[in-house]
């Protein structure tokens, strides 16, 4: 099993930054990829980001030149460097983990005050 906690949600103006930390614990050897996803009031959860243990990244469009995906060598922890934030950005952000099994973790809020 595998634990994951997100934290670094808050409160921020458009055009500001804010950086997110996703912790694992737990049978992390299992976890290949991990990424972010996010869901804004009376939508679909979405896509954000995605690394894979090789360093691979990939990026919805909405975010592509913004936010930045990384993670530390172990898969033990994960970021994700927004920047440039917008409103539309407002949604919970939740941290997930793919390995012998898919993990998610309980969201963090993020809000962009216009």
């Known amino acids: 099993q595998v634990q994951l906690v997100e934290s670094g949600g808050g409160l921020v103006q458009a055009g500001g930054s804010l950086r997110l930390s996703c912790a694992a614990s737990?049978?992390?050897?299992?976890?290949?990829?991990m990424g972010w996803y996010r869901q804004a009031p009376g939508k679909e959860r979405e896509l954000v980001a995605l690394i894979t243990s090789g360093g691979r990244t990939n990026y919805a469009d909405s975010v592509k030149g913004r936010f930045t995906i990384s993670r530390d060598s172990a898969m033990s922890t994960m970021y994700l460097q927004m920047n440039s934030l917008k409103p539309e950005d407002t949604a919970v952000y939740y941290c997930?983990?793919?390995?012998?099994?898919?993990?998610w973790g309980q969201g963090t809020q993020v809000t962009v005050s216009s």
């Open positions: 997930a983990g793919w390995g012998s099994g898919d993990y």
């Open positions: 737990g049978s992390i050897f299992s976890i290949n990829r």
